[in-house]
């Protein structure tokens, strides 16, 4: 085992495939992914971009535990674009991943522009586990759950569709989905007693239905919130504030806010 936790891998684009209107499959491979180790669920991973003057991306992994200072010191056209994804699913003999992308409506950032434009060959770096059982994993069921409530916008899905895959057969689990438009709204497989309800652009209904939902089981749900901030802030807000969940039932990511990039989003203080 690697003794980085999460180390970088070199890896090359292999296919793409367009499962929705607004969401893309990249398939990658490379040598290096014989040590990488998802732990499936929202197992998450930096990619590492290049610019569209560039073949491959500039990340300066020869500076070990200094390269994040090192690519921080970059200039900003140069560097590599780094942003958060999912591993939507592995696989062995041959070894690979599949990444989703959303794909936004109006201004396009850098890596729905390098998703639109990649071909088998182009290269980027990733940094991801070297061990199933990682940080990057979000997704935590306790034992004494009594259900799952899961809930997601199209920049989740990804996630939000390798969990049901990989919940325990019978789990009670209730799903809301946001989807961007109708046409996205696509087949999920599951073992789990799940019933999923698909919204096309509209978070608040997603939360008047919640508030009306009355789970069909004595002990307390285990919930799992990803999407646009605010969004998510609101519904963990409900189940906290007006539910009583326990907080710590509750595992919650803003992956991103309307107006702001990635970067800027990181740069602001957690809110609760």
Same mark, same amino acid.
């Given at each position: 085992?690697?003794?980085d936790p999460f180390p970088f891998f070199d890896?090359?684009?292999l296919r793409t495939r367009r499962i929705s209107p607004s969401m893309l499959r990249i398939t990658f491979g490379g040598e290096s992914l014989r040590g990488f180790e998802s732990g499936g669920y929202d197992q998450s991973l930096s990619l590492f971009l290049?610019?569209?003057h560039q073949s491959v991306p500039v990340v300066p992994?020869? =500076?070990?535990?200094n390269w994040f200072a090192a690519w921080r010191a970059l200039p900003e056209a140069e560097r590599a674009v780094r942003r958060s994804y999912t591993v939507r699913?592995?696989?062995r003999s041959p070894d690979e991943i599949d990444i989703d992308f959303a794909l936004h409506e109006g201004a396009v950032g850098p890596a729905t522009r390098w998703a639109l434009g990649a071909a088998p060959g182009d290269r980027i770096t990733v940094q991801g586990p070297a061990a199933a059982d990682n940080a990057g994993v979000m997704f935590r069921l306790p034992p004494?759950?009594?259900g799952v409530l899961l809930f997601a916008d199209g920049t989740a899905l990804p996630a939000l569709a390798a969990i049901l895959e990989r919940l325990p057969e019978g789990t009670k689990a209730r799903a809301w989905? =946001?989807?961007p438009t109708a046409g996205d709204r696509i087949a999920l497989a599951t073992a789990a007693d799940a019933e999923i309800t698909w919204v096309v652009r509209d978070p608040d209904r997603i939360l008047e239905e919640l508030r009306a939902y009355e789970p069909p089981y004595p002990q307390g749900p285990y919930a799992w919130i990803d999407g646009e901030s605010t969004a998510v802030r609101a519904l963990r807000r409900h189940l906290v504030g007006e539910r009583g969940l326990d907080r710590r039932a509750v595992t919650f990511c803003g992956y991103w806010r309307r107006g702001l990039s990635?970067?800027?989003l990181l740069a602001r203080p957690e809110e609760d």
């Open positions: 085992m690697a003794s890896l090359r684009v290049p610019h569209p992994v020869e =500076e070990g535990e699913e592995q696989r004494d759950a009594g989905i =946001e989807a990635e970067e800027q």
